[in-house]
């Protein structure tokens, strides 16, 4: 069942005063744009400080990597879209960490960051480079071989590419299941993502860490959010985007290691 936007807004604000917390929060965009806009799905530039802003005064610190129950949100955005490229002087003039998930298929393509700007983004103090798969295929609908296709090729490139070790993975459209977390488990991510918002320790599945999507959230509704007000959505995301068991046949032999 979809669940009308405005409705809930509505909802997650309401719910903001019966979880208010400081609990620590992953949040995550796709892009920013000031002029040039590379994806329906970008975050104005405006919009962007104004979340930053609400972050500090609301006591939080931001962080590359959580690692405290309380006070910390870890920003990240996903695909590699040019516009994150463009603007990269505000995340310097803001000195923002973030976590950048990268699809290996999409370096190069239209609205894409090329590997020539990836390496200058690597250099960045602010940016840490992360896998969201070889090519962004829904992991829990595929066979395991392509799974495992998925997450190591998308890691060994990185991991040549940048010369350092590719640790987190962010799941394509938050999409998983047991045997996807497994599977990214065996070929070495500590750190795996999912799109089911809520607080960062509140873990679903060891070492899968929920986060919210605040792309176009506006001032009252990000406040929300930054208390906890998606928290009671948990639910309705993880049956939206987890599924128990893959649709595929198995083959554990193919595990490496």
């Not at 329906?40 to 590359?64: F, P, Q």
């Amino acid at each position: 069942m979809a669940i009308n936007s405005t409705i809930k807004i509505i909802l997650i604000r309401l719910a903001s005063i019966f979880y208010f917390s400081k609990k620590s929060k992953a949040i995550f965009y796709h892009d920013i744009h000031s002029n040039k806009k590379y994806t329906k799905m970008s975050t104005s530039a405006d919009l962007l400080k104004e979340h930053i802003k609400i972050i500090r005064e609301s006591g939080y610190e931001i962080v590359s990597d959580i690692t405290k129950p309380n006070g910390q949100i870890e920003i990240s955005f996903d695909d590699g879209f040019l516009g994150l490229f463009d603007n990269i002087h505000i995340i310097n003039e803001f000195k923002i960490p973030i976590k950048l998930f990268i699809v290996i298929s999409y370096l190069g393509k239209q609205n894409h960051i090329n590997k020539e700007q990836l390496l200058a983004l690597q250099n960045n103090t602010f940016i840490t480079i992360a896998s969201h798969t070889e090519s962004h295929k829904i992991l829990h609908s595929i066979p395991e071989n392509e799974i495992i296709d998925e997450l190591t090729n998308s890691k060994k490139v990185l991991e040549d590419f940048i010369n350092y070790k590719i640790n987190s993975i962010c799941f394509p459209e938050g999409k998983f299941s047991k045997k996807v977390v497994e599977i990214a488990e065996s070929v070495g991510y500590t750190r795996q993502y999912c799109s089911i918002p809520g607080f960062y320790f509140d873990e679903f599945l060891p070492n899968v860490k929920k986060r919210s999507l605040v792309q176009f959230a506006k001032e009252k509704e990000f406040r929300s959010i930054l208390k906890g007000g998606d928290h009671f959505l948990r639910s309705w995301y993880q049956k939206k985007h987890y599924k128990q068991g893959l649709l595929c046949c198995q083959n554990r032999s193919m595990l490496p290691g």
